[in-house]
């Protein structure tokens, strides 16, 4: 089952935007679910990742300090808060869940990455 990322949108330098990660006819609740993003002309980079069973959080030097991953048991969704947003931050942002194996900051340890959502900042 594909995971979607919804929320993004244009944003001006310095400010702030909230992607939301859904799946369905499943739980998030025992999976640990990525965000990566796709900048034009560049390869696929980590971004961040939410651990299933504890919630610990890990960021791609890029984005720790500004960007927040969070998880909504009830709403069964997963959000990335991105503050501070900078030019270099557009690109389209996924979500996918980890295979259970892998180094969480590959983006291959993943899968079920869906269409993604659209990020634009300007300077």
């Known amino acids: 089952v594909q995971l979607q990322a919804s929320g993004g949108g244009l944003a001006q330098a310095g400010g702030s935007l909230k992607l939301s990660c859904a799946t369905s006819g499943r739980s998030f609740n025992r999976d640990t679910v990525g965000w990566s993003r796709q900048a034009p002309g560049k390869e696929r980079e980590f971004v961040g990742v939410i651990i299933w069973n504890h919630g610990s959080t890990y960021y791609a030097d890029s984005v720790r300090g500004r960007f927040i991953i969070s998880r909504d048991n009830a709403d069964n969704m997963v959000h990335l808060q991105m503050n501070d947003l900078k030019s270099e931050d557009t690109a389209v942002y996924y979500c996918?869940?980890?295979?259970?194996?892998?180094?969480?900051?590959?983006?291959?340890?993943?899968?079920?990455w869906g269409q993604g959502t659209q990020v634009t900042v300007s300077s």
């Open positions: 996918g869940r980890h295979r259970g194996s892998g180094a969480l900051q590959n983006i291959r340890s993943y899968k079920d």
